[in-house]
């Protein structure tokens, strides 16, 4: 993992990660639990441990990986950006700087940066997933869903995450 302007980067196969320096990796990997989402997969990442780190992205790509299985889409050379701030207040700033109004969302991506963004101290498998649902699906089609049923379809990730399918 580099660091570069207080972000650390790591790319993988399908995400790359931009985690906020304040971000305690260990506590991020513990929170992120993967059991039993590699139900139904017949490849998974390629998981080398040779940091703290690549566990990490070993997870979020597993993740990415279930969200096509489940959506049973795979856009072509499907690849998200993923910031994680430290904090629930971090992450509401960050949204207000780019859509100039509040909110209290624990993750929210946006399509025209291909980005999904979290905090350390509300992430989960499961919002990662819902997350990453919502990029599969903007990218899938040449023309994007109606929002509803976007968040329908995420939804259904989210619930279906640690199913066999």
């Known amino acids: 993992m580099q660091g570069v302007d207080g972000w650390l980067t790591a790319k993988g196969t399908f995400c790359t990660l931009y985690i906020k320096d304040t971000v305690d990796l260990k506590a991020l990997n513990s929170k992120i639990d993967t059991y039993q989402v590699d139900y139904g997969l017949l490849a998974r990442p390629v998981l080398l441990i040779r940091k703290p780190e690549d566990e990490v992205l070993y997870k979020f790509d597993l993740i990415f990986m279930k969200v096509e299985e489940l959506l049973d889409m795979r856009p072509a050379g499907a690849h ?9 207040n971090d992450l509401c700033k960050v949204y ?3 859509f100039n ?14 980005t999904i963004f979290g905090c350390e101290e509300k992430i989960t498998a499961d919002i990662i997933a819902h997350e990453m649902a919502h990029s599969v699906i903007d990218h899938h089609f040449t023309v994007m869903p109606p929002r509803k049923i976007g968040e329908m379809l995420a939804h259904y990730v989210e619930l279906n995450l640690r199913e066999k399918e």
């Open 80 to 88: 998200v950006d993923v910031k994680i701030y430290k904090t629930q």
């Open 96 to 98: 207000v700087e780019i």
């Open 101 to 114: 109004e509040g909110m209290w969302y624990v993750s929210f991506y946006v399509y025209k940066l291909n």
